[in-house]
């Protein structure tokens, strides 16, 4: 399968727990992005990569969140102290020049903290 | 926060007829796409319309945009029990990011 992979696909943790996850791209794009969509609602932005340059963030992404992509390939997304409200879905997409505007996105992993 | 908004929020055919769901944005836009979300596949990319565009076809879906009003509409004809899912609409307002809507859950009962 080339598409878009996310690992772990679910974590189960408990508050104030740290926890990474990661995301590996369909190989040639160049862009990443990460979203986090909570039940019954759309995906919101939270970061985008183009290669190993964190180009955007959003004002979801608190201080206890990082992403890198230190190679421009695969990306982590970590949270530190993890809050009952960080429980979610984070979703990740890649792009590429030739891909337009389209993002595929990976299955994503769903976060619980208890 | 989203800038989108579907309606209806939920929507239940028979299969076989069509469904169309609407969307509004707040914003000026580059382009529009709709994604499907259902539990097995994620979210998958369905249809672009660009700002200049005001209908496209792909298969048995049909989009229209009208940027006067901030709004475009998906139309699947013929609907079967696979199309069961969350379909969203996502503008890309110029920045990389997709801002999406809170959705529309279309239910196909055979």
């Known amino acids: 399968d080339t598409g878009v992979s996310q690992d772990p696909r679910h974590k189960i943790t408990k508050r104030g727990q740290n926890v990474t996850f990661r995301c590996d791209p369909i190989?040639?794009?160049?862009?990443l992005y990460w979203y986090r969509q909570t039940l019954g609602q759309g995906p919101e932005f939270l970061t985008y990569?183009?290669?190993?340059?964190?180009?955007?963030k959003s004002r979801l992404l608190s201080d206890r969140f990082s992403a890198e992509r230190p190679k421009g390939s695969f990306s982590t997304l970590e949270i530190q102290r993890t809050e009952q409200g960080d429980s979610a879905m984070y979703l990740c997409?890649?792009?590429?020049?030739?891909?337009?505007?389209?993002?595929?996105f990976g299955p994503g992993t769903r976060l619980t903290v208890l | 926060s989203q800038q989108g908004e579907e309606d209806p929020q939920a929507l239940s055919i028979q299969e076989g007829e069509n469904a169309t769901m609407n969307c509004s944005y707040k914003?000026?836009?580059?382009?529009l796409q709709w994604y499907r979300q259902n539990s097995g596949r994620g979210l998958v990319h369905l249809i672009l319309?660009?700002?200049?565009?005001r209908e496209k076809h792909s298969g048995r879906l049909r989009v229209t945009l009208d940027t006067s009003k901030k709004s475009s509409s998906l139309l699947i004809t013929a609907s079967r029990a696979a199309d069961t899912a969350s379909y969203f609409c996502?503008?890309?307002?110029?920045?990389?990011?997709?801002?999406f809507g809170q959705g529309t859950r279309l239910t196909i009962n055979p």
């Open positions: 997409a890649s792009s590429s020049w030739t891909s337009g505007r389209e993002q595929f």
């Open positions: 914003t000026s836009i580059n382009n």
């Open positions: 990569f183009q290669n190993e340059a964190q180009l955007e």
């Open positions: 996502a503008t890309f307002p110029g920045a990389q990011k997709l801002v």
């Open positions: 190989s040639e794009h160049n862009r």
């Open positions: 319309i660009r700002s200049n565009e």
